[in-house]
Each structure stands twice: as C-alpha cells, then as structure tokens.
C-alpha cells in the first residue's frame, strides 16, 4: 500500500490545483456609438462587466444569423449572472440603422439591458475593428469575422472563439465562468504585463 500511496497524493493534489488564469491579451480603447434603443453607448458602461462581443450586420445571408443565434443561447445560459453583457457590433452602419437594430434584436429575443446592438460613424467602427478587436476592416465589403470575443471586467481580451468549430461555445461559458471567479475582478494580472505573443486572426478568418 505504501508503495501506491504517493501516486494517490498526487493524483488527489492535482484535483485540488485550481485553473491557471486565463490570458490577458490587450485593452479595448474606449468607445461611443449609438444602440438599438437610438441612444448613445458609452464603453464606460460596460466598465466592471465581463462581455461578449461580435461583428455582425442585419442582412447577412451567411453565418449572421447562426451567430446570433449562438449568442443568444450564450444569453440564456448566463441569465444567473447579470455581470456578463452581450455586445454586438454591426459592420454594415449605413444600413444598419438603429431602428434596424432594434428590428434585429427583438428577433433574437435580446434581453434590453443584457444585449446590445451598436452602430455609429463606419471610421469609429473600422478603428474599433481594426485596431482594437484586431479582427479586420468595416471598409463596406461586409466581410467580417466569424468569432466571439470574450472581455474581462476591465476590457481586456481574453479569448477568441470561432463560432464555426465545435466545442468552442461551451469553452466560452467555460472562461465565463473563470472570469466570474477571477479575484478582485482580474486587478492581480494587470501587473503581469499583456500578452504580444497572440496572432489576432484575420477579418476572413473562420
């Protein structure tokens, strides 16, 4: 029995190790656009929250409405924690007006308060894609990226999930869940310095 009893230890100690953090990549610049509702969205509001985000426009014939509704079974399986917000961008803004918007998220049964659907100037919109989601251009061609993004409580980017793969929906509820039981909010990592390393996929990338 002696003989067993350090492969049992180890075994029951490497049970008890907790996950390791998930990494922090970059922050995302702050923001102001316009919502469904036709009132201005500050990227303030989103600050304490952790957040999901998407590039989308409301006539895509392609993988749109796939992801949306990916997202909204991402909103039902966190309707217990109203610390976790949903955050759809659209790449289409000369169409996608707020009243399309709006028309787009009641299709999709998005919760007010927990969805939301943002449009704005196409150059705000193209930055924010571009160079702080880094998942490529909202230059008219209407080609965006098929992946979710999560962020921390502070903005930072911390995965990136393509709707397209299997699996990659129930590892995102599963970083949910991590960043919900991340200690004060994140803050301890905030000292170890942002990840470079990551290659941010592309605007075609699945």
Known sequence: MKLFL????SIALA???SEPPLPVYWQIPAFRLTSQSGQPFD???LE?????ADFIFTTCP????RMSAQMRGVQTAVESMPGVKLVSFTVDPKNDTPAAL????????AEPGRWFFLTGEQAALETLCRNGFKLGDVDGSLVHSTRFVLL???SRVRGFYSTLEDGALPKLLHDIRTLVGEPDGGRALAGAGLQSRYSAPQKQAQ
Request: contains cysteine; glycine residues 10%.
């Open 48 to 52: 304490g929250n952790i957040w999901v």
């Open 15 to 17: 049970g008890c190790r």
């Open 152 to 154: 921390d409580r502070h």
């Open 43 to 45: 990227s303030k509001s």
């Open 6 to 9: 350090p492969v049992a230890l």
């Open 62 to 65: 392609g993988p749109c409405p």
């Open 102 to 109: 709006a028309a787009y998220a009641t299709r999709y049964h």
